[in-house]
């Protein structure tokens, strides 16, 4: 369980808006957050990660203390190991699709197969600018995946992709995540799209 009580002050230069959040989130499956623009979804998914921290609140992942601000425990990106995906996916523009993989992991195998999975394979040796939108998300979806974490965020994370890619490439992410028993946290504006994951839905800001 992903037990989440934080409380964060967004927009300070702008009048200030108070992000709260309260939830248990079950491990090994997939939770789907949505919610208007400026709700705080990826600020959200940053203070699970890591990056961003909140004035008050405390996270814990399986009984284990990531986050105490009475503690002052505030475990730091590289102890949470959590994949995350970014919204303008973050790639490095001077690393080839293999390199970011390799960056990650010296699996070969596992490497071959999440090229294949995101249909990148041809495109091995291609740098992201030479890739289309769609494919350099891929590559960033597949990159979060590449160290085998347990905790995967997801921001917008198939914003990208034509419905014909979604519908091959979300079964086959379903299908991973099942084998890894990987605990996901996805934001999406389509909540429709996240279908084909099992689990729950959370509604910001609404
Ligand atoms: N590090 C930060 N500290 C304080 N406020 C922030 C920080 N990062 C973003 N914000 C503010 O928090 C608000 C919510 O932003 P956020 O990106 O989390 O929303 P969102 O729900 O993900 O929106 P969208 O759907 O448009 O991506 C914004 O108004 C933003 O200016």
Do not use: C
């Not at 309260?22 to 959200?44: E, F, Q, R």
């Not at 993989?101 to 999440?114: F, V």
């Not at 921001?155 to 099942?178: C, H, M, Q, V």
């Amino acid at each position: 369980m992903i037990e989440i009580d934080i409380k964060k002050k967004l927009n300070i230069d702008n009048g200030g808006q108070l992000l709260k959040f309260t939830g248990k989130l079950p491990l090994h499956t997939v939770t789907k957050i949505t919610g208007p623009s400026g709700a705080g979804k990826t600020t959200l998914l940053k203070i699970i990660a890591g990056f961003i921290s909140p004035e008050l609140g405390r996270i814990s992942v399986n009984g284990s203390i990531w986050l105490d601000t009475e503690e002052k425990i505030n475990l730091s990106p590289q102890k949470r190991l959590a994949g995350f995906v970014f919204q303008d996916y973050a790639l490095f523009p001077h690393m080839t699709v293999l390199q970011h993989l390799q960056y990650a992991t010296k699996g070969a195998q596992w490497i071959n197969r999440l090229l294949h999975m995101a249909e990148l394979t041809a495109f091995a040796n291609h740098k992201p600018m030479h890739l289309s939108g769609g494919q350099q998300q891929r590559l960033a979806v597949i990159r979060a995946l590449a160290t085998k974490p347990k905790l995967v965020l997801m921001d917008e994370p198939f914003s990208a992709l034509d419905i014909k890619t979604k519908l091959r490439f979300l079964p086959a992410l379903n299908g991973l995540f099942a084998e890894m028993q990987t605990t996901a946290i996805i934001v999406s504006h389509y909540p429709h799209e996240l279908d084909v994951f099992a689990g729950n839905g959370i509604s910001m800001g609404e």
